[in-house]
């Protein structure tokens, strides 16, 4: 069958009719058997026929029945973040002219899609995972929960946290053997503030990279587990201090710049809800220097040290307000819709807008919080909205973020 395959796809090629490519050799209703897998065939015909073809079909056939094996290492060089692999391989899939008559070509499609998520093109990644959409309307069970998982990824990064989690929970793990899929699962978990959902799969994708030596992934899974961690007194927080600190180490050994970014970043958070506001901006600040300018990922950690400097009167006024709208300014150029707003509530409180930083809020930013799934900035805002209207004596409004954090808490 696969023989076939390979001969009409190298008569088409040729531009050759099937009556053309048998002259001499075989009828051309036997090559169309031959081309379907419908006839058995002697070797001298395959032969003949591939001579005239000008290819050698042992090769051919050894080139295609590769296919799985190589798609099957650029998934794992993928899994692993192993960045040079991914490339090599991936040039040596774009140049396989085989692919597209193979059954793999909804795997290739897939891990096309998963390769644009993981160098943040999620217009491309988009567009592959529409098209097979459109294309397919079953995909064999593996393809089917990959193509999940690639939206969940796509979902968390388009900042729509309540479908990643809930897509990412619909994957069948007994048809989808890729454990790493948990970390995924995890951060989207984590994302809507379900910390003992984020600790149990992050635990489990640690056990599954731990297992496969995947030292990277498992610097991943440690910072959510730490993140979802409730620490109590200044023991714990010592704990906590130390276990960053070894994980900063593992960045280092690993070169992994942009692990590292999101460490220091979360030891900073740490730092901030203990009022420590110097340290925590100093980290901040760290993290911000290993991150690209214009990335959402950036914007996370300014957004930060501009809180943490204006609650810790680091900085003046003047230079918050720069730094506020320096980041506006890539916020919008990137088309970051959450940083944008996020920007803004900090801008109008820098300058003392009160009124306008709590009509902004109510009108414009918990709506975006609420779309997106971002729980626990709703629950928080929500309470600064009930205290605000309550301290302003608008009771009605009050009520009605009393009612809010009552049903929702």
Same mark, same amino acid.
């Given at each position: 069958?696969?023989?076939?395959?390979?001969?009409?796809?190298?008569?088409?090629?040729?531009?050759?009719?099937?009556?053309?490519?048998?002259?001499?050799?075989?009828?051309?209703?036997?090559?169309?058997?031959?081309?379907?897998?419908?006839?058995?065939?002697?070797?001298?015909?395959?032969?003949?026929?591939?001579?005239?073809?000008?290819?050698?079909? *042992?090769?051919? !056939?050894?080139? =295609?029945?590769?296919?799985?094996?190589? /798609?099957?290492?650029?998934?794992?060089?993928? %899994? $692993?973040?192993?960045?040079?692999?991914?490339?090599?391989?991936?040039?040596?899939?774009?140049?396989?002219?085989?692919?597209?008559?193979?059954?793999?070509?909804?795997?290739?499609?897939?891990?096309?899609?998963?390769?644009?998520?993981?160098?943040?093109?999620?217009?491309?990644?988009?567009?592959?995972?529409?098209?097979?959409?459109?294309?397919?309307?079953?995909?064999?069970?593996?393809?089917?929960?990959?193509?999940?998982?690639?939206?969940?990824?796509?979902?968390?990064?388009?900042?729509?946290?309540?479908?990643?989690?809930?897509?990412?929970?619909?994957?069948?793990?007994?048809?989808?053997?890729?454990?790493?899929?948990?970390?995924?699962?995890?951060?989207?978990?984590?994302?809507?503030?379900?910390?003992?959902?984020?600790?149990?799969?992050? *635990?489990?994708? !640690?056990?599954? =990279?731990?297992?496969?030596?995947?030292? /990277?992934?498992?610097?991943?899974?440690?910072? %959510? $587990?730490?993140?979802?961690?409730?620490?109590?007194?200044?023991?714990?927080?010592?704990?906590?201090?130390?276990?960053?600190?070894?994980?900063?180490?593992?960045?280092?050994?690993?070169?992994?710049?942009?692990?590292?970014?999101?460490?220091?970043?979360?030891?900073?958070?740490?730092?901030?809800?203990?009022?420590?506001?110097?340290?925590?901006?100093?980290?901040?600040?760290?993290?911000?220097?290993?991150?690209?300018?214009?990335?959402?990922?950036?914007?996370?950690?300014?957004?930060?040290?501009?809180?943490?400097?204006?609650?810790?009167?680091?900085?003046?006024?003047?230079?918050?307000?720069?730094?506020?709208?320096?980041?506006?300014?890539?916020?919008?150029?990137?088309?970051?819709?959450?940083?944008?707003?996020?920007?803004?509530?900090?801008?109008?409180?820098?300058?003392?807008?009160?009124?306008?930083?709590?009509?902004? /809020?109510?009108?414009?930013?918990?709506?975006?919080?609420?779309?997106?799934?971002?729980?626990?900035?709703?629950?928080?805002?929500?309470?600064?909205?009930?205290?605000?209207?309550?301290?302003?004596?608008?009771?009605?409004?009050?009520?009605?973020?009393?009612?809010?954090?009552?049903?929702?808490?």
């Amino acid at each position: 069958m696969h023989e076939g395959r390979i001969i009409k796809y190298f008569r088409k090629k040729a531009k050759l009719t099937q009556q053309q490519l048998g002259d001499g050799i075989c009828s051309d209703t036997h090559v169309s058997k031959i081309e379907r897998g419908m006839t058995e065939y002697s070797p001298e015909v395959t032969f003949l026929l591939s001579k005239r073809l000008g290819i050698n079909i *042992e090769e051919e !056939l050894s080139r =295609f029945h590769n296919l799985k094996k190589i /798609l099957a290492r650029w998934h794992d060089a993928i %899994i $692993m973040q192993r960045f040079e692999a991914i490339e090599i391989i991936k040039e040596e899939l774009d140049n396989e002219e085989l692919i597209q008559i193979s059954e793999h070509q909804i795997l290739y499609d897939l891990l096309r899609a998963r390769y644009h998520l993981l160098h943040n093109n999620l217009i491309e990644a988009d567009i592959i995972t529409k098209n097979i959409q459109k294309a397919h309307r079953k995909l064999p069970p593996y393809e089917s929960n990959l193509l999940k998982h690639i939206l969940g990824m796509y979902y968390l990064a388009n900042k729509d946290m309540i479908k990643a989690v809930n897509i990412l929970r619909s994957i069948n793990s007994d048809d989808y053997n890729n454990p790493e899929y948990y970390l995924t699962l995890s951060t989207a978990y984590l994302a809507v503030n379900s910390k003992i959902m984020a600790y149990y799969y992050a *635990e489990l994708s !640690l056990q599954f =990279f731990i297992k496969t030596n995947n030292y /990277l992934r498992s610097i991943d899974a440690e910072m %959510i $587990m730490l993140i979802t961690r409730e620490g109590e007194g200044q023991c714990d927080f010592q704990k906590i201090v130390e276990q960053y600190e070894a994980l900063i180490q593992t960045c280092d050994l690993c070169h992994a710049h942009d692990k590292k970014a999101k460490v220091l970043h979360n030891l900073a958070e740490e730092h901030y809800c203990r009022k420590d506001y110097k340290a925590s901006s100093r980290l901040f600040h760290k993290s911000m220097l290993l991150k690209e300018k214009k990335s959402a990922e950036y914007l996370i950690s300014l957004e930060a040290f501009i809180r943490c400097c204006f609650e810790g009167s680091i900085l003046s006024k003047d230079k918050l307000e720069k730094l506020g709208n320096e980041g506006l300014v890539i916020a919008r150029e990137i088309n970051q819709g959450l940083h944008t707003i996020n920007l803004q509530l900090l801008l109008l409180r820098i300058n003392n807008q009160i009124a306008e930083y709590y009509h902004y /809020l109510s009108t414009k930013a918990l709506t975006y919080y609420k779309k997106c799934g971002y729980v626990s900035i709703v629950q928080r805002y929500e309470k600064e909205l009930f205290n605000y209207h309550l301290k302003t004596r608008q009771i009605d409004d009050a009520l009605k973020f009393a009612d809010l954090l009552i049903n929702n808490g």
